[in-house]
């Protein structure tokens, strides 16, 4: 039997992912919050492993898994919140600058008399939050279960710029250590259901990038679809579709030009505008792509909106959805697939994480690679390809007159002069001084 020595509901959802049986105990101590010599992981891993004790002392055997969880800014550590008016003041002070999260994981096989400790940590960057954007998250959002006082996998990553670290420590458990840590303890039948009794991996030829590409479990096309289906579930559940049929004809319409010259056919594809006021465009694993309306307003004809589109339409070529969620500290796909599996009752946690994590960007590389194709499928359907490099300088003025939106377009892509760059070497034209002086000074 597994139990964890916890309360946290975040916590029991993300294990529930693993396929896992299990029963939460909480061991009821009091978390120290003071750091001695040893640093901020010594104390994250004492704390997870007096959780684990005082539940293994209630149980005659099994496997006790315990964590703590603490944010450290300045010097500072930041726990749970004591209440709303804490959790405000918390919230706005940690979002003025980056932070380490930090999660101490103990486990205890009871059975064998033994015992491993270990610990991760990931640094976050935030938008700076406004009074009413902290008021308009928790009445959505409760913060007081949440070191820190705000989620990730939930509408607390519209103001979480990027994270560099495991995303499953954000979340409020390593899954990648703990699986680790498994290993090590030698808990094989546990990791043999973690695993969902699945071996071996696909390797498949990218005629986009050129090179044979490892896809883990044989995560076929059909998989893939399966996925994005899913997700789409839960996107069109929290955002509004916008109600202009002219609006969603003209982006399908240019979609459907772009997907007919792209170097996949192996997928229908389907575009579709949310209500949405930023300025974004995301695509999800199987052939998904939404435009948020705010970007379209800021478009001056079809030829800019054409290259927007067909930069989405490259992410989805080149499989990068999938690359990403599987080389999120390793198990992410593994668990969203065994959670659309028919039958599965963690669809919904499952497509949360994967959209979440997608949302959050995808690697320089990768973003690169899809400016280069998206210009030339672009040309290929008929379209100006200089529309989106017209598209960047007007971003990139935007900006500069005034601060990021929450969860813009620039917020997950490159420097502009990379940009620029990849997209001037497409169309066979030279870069200028101005290209090289155009660089975006605020991601970080």
Not at 87 to 101: E, T, V
Not at 357 to 386: C, F, H, I, N, Q
Request: charged content about 30%; proline content about 2%; hydrophobic content about 40%.
């Amino acid at each position: 039997m597994i139990y964890l020595a916890t309360a946290s509901k975040a916590r029991k959802k993300l294990f529930s992912l693993f396929g896992l049986r299990f029963m939460s105990i909480t061991s009821g101590i009091r978390e120290s919050r003071k750091v001695a010599d040893s640093g901020y992981a010594a104390l994250v891993k004492k704390n997870a492993r007096k959780k684990a004790r005082v539940v293994a002392g209630r149980v005659k055997n099994g496997i006790i898994i315990g964590a703590d969880t603490i944010v450290v800014q300045d010097g500072k550590i930041f726990g749970k919140p004591k209440n709303f008016k804490h959790a405000r003041k918390m919230l706005k002070r940690i979002s003025k600058k980056p932070q380490w999260l930090y999660t101490g994981v103990a486990v205890i096989d009871k059975d064998k008399n033994k015992t491993l400790i270990d610990y991760e940590k990931t640094k976050i960057y935030m938008d700076k939050l406004a009074d009413r954007e902290i008021s308009a998250y928790f009445s959505r959002v409760s913060p007081l279960e949440m070191a820190g006082s705000f989620d990730i996998q939930g509408r607390g990553a519209f103001f979480i710029r990027r994270i560099e670290g495991c995303f499953f420590n954000v979340v409020g458990l390593p899954l990648r250590k703990l699986y680790l840590m498994l290993q090590k303890l030698g808990l094989l039948g546990i990791i043999a259901i973690i695993s969902f009794g699945l071996t071996g991996c696909s390797t498949e030829y990218n005629i986009v990038t050129g090179q044979e590409e490892t896809y883990l479990y044989g995560y076929s096309t059909e998989k893939e679809v399966q996925l994005g289906r899913a997700i789409v579930k839960q996107v069109e559940k929290e955002y509004e579709a916008v109600d202009d049929p002219l609006i969603q004809k003209r982006v399908e319409d240019i979609g459907r030009k772009i997907a007919s010259v792209c170097d996949r056919k192996d997928i229908d594809y389907y575009f579709k505008v949310l209500a949405e006021e930023e300025v974004n465009a995301v695509s999800l694993p199987g052939g998904y792509v939404y435009i948020n309306q705010g970007l379209i307003e800021k478009v001056d004809n079809d030829d800019e909106l054409a290259g927007v589109i067909a930069h989405e339409v490259a992410h989805i070529v080149a499989r990068h959805s999938i690359k990403k969620l599987q080389a999120l500290q390793g198990y992410s796909v593994l668990m969203v697939l065994g959670a659309v599996t028919p039958g599965s009752g963690e669809v919904l946690a499952a497509a949360n994480a994967a959209f979440t994590t997608l949302l959050l960007g995808y690697s320089r590389e990768d973003e690169l690679l899809a400016d280069k194709l998206g210009v030339r499928y672009s040309r290929l359907a008929g379209y100006d390809p200089r529309g989106m490099l017209n598209f960047l300088d007007k971003l990139h003025e935007i900006n500069r007159r005034k601060p990021l939106r929450p969860h813009s377009y620039f917020r997950t892509h490159p420097y502009m002069s990379d940009r620029v760059r990849v997209a001037k070497e497409e169309l066979g034209e030279k870069m200028d001084f101005k290209d090289y002086i155009n660089i975006e000074d605020t991601l970080d």
